[in-house]
């Protein structure tokens, strides 16, 4: 797995989830939270996937809206998330790092995390921060939150580099990548003739 520096890292803070949220930082220092508390929202938690959010993956994802900029923009069905979820599962244990679930309150919401860009196109054998939410929940900077997370943790692994593939017309989840302090690199064309613009981040 290209990116990280030369040692197998457990999965330390994936498994049991990575928190976020309004005041995050007072509670670790042992301070309370000043903000009012009728305005506190829980943030994204990442976890390693298990093979129940395959179907939960397969909901949330059945929506064109969803799939538009994603490879050919084909709605999969729920063996080929049964497959995934096998896949991030299998990346966790051998690098603390994957597509993890992203739970907000409980609930699955979609995934983020760190996986390999496997396409024999584009930043072959580089390390990409990837994201994927439900329509429901967009507009709420959720896949900022997560997306970042999930980048936190890549840091803390020894990844000294990671790449976001944006398909060109995607204005959101460009400005996702923007917001990781990403800035655009190379524009790509994906088999099918699509504009792909690739984002890089140094973490070094």
Do not use: K
Request: net charge positive; aromatic share 6%.
């Amino acid at each position: 797995m290209r990116g990280v520096r030369g040692r197998r890292l457990p999965l330390r803070g994936a498994a049991g989830g990575h928190a976020l949220g309004p005041g995050a930082g007072a509670r670790a220092a042992g301070r309370s939270d000043p903000g009012p508390r009728r305005l506190v929202v829980t943030g994204p938690r990442l976890r390693v996937p298990t093979a129940a959010d395959a179907d939960r993956w397969s909901e949330l994802f059945d929506d064109a809206a969803v799939m538009r900029f994603i490879g050919s923009g084909e709605v999969r069905d729920r063996p080929y998330y049964a497959g995934l979820v096998q896949r991030q599962q299998e990346l966790a244990g051998a690098t603390g790092l994957c597509l993890f679930s992203v739970v907000v309150d409980g609930e699955v919401v979609g995934f983020a995390g760190i996986h390999p860009w496997s396409h024999p196109w584009g930043p072959t054998g580089s390390l990409e921060a990837g994201w994927r939410l439900g329509r429901r929940f967009w507009g709420r900077g959720l896949a900022t939150a997560a997306a970042r997370a999930a980048v936190g943790l890549a840091r803390e692994r020894g990844v000294d580099r990671l790449v976001s593939m944006v398909h060109a017309e995607n204005a959101a989840s460009a400005a996702v990548a923007r917001r990781l302090g990403m800035t655009p690199s190379a524009l790509h064309r994906s088999p099918d003739g699509a504009p792909v613009q690739e984002f890089g981040l140094l973490l070094g």
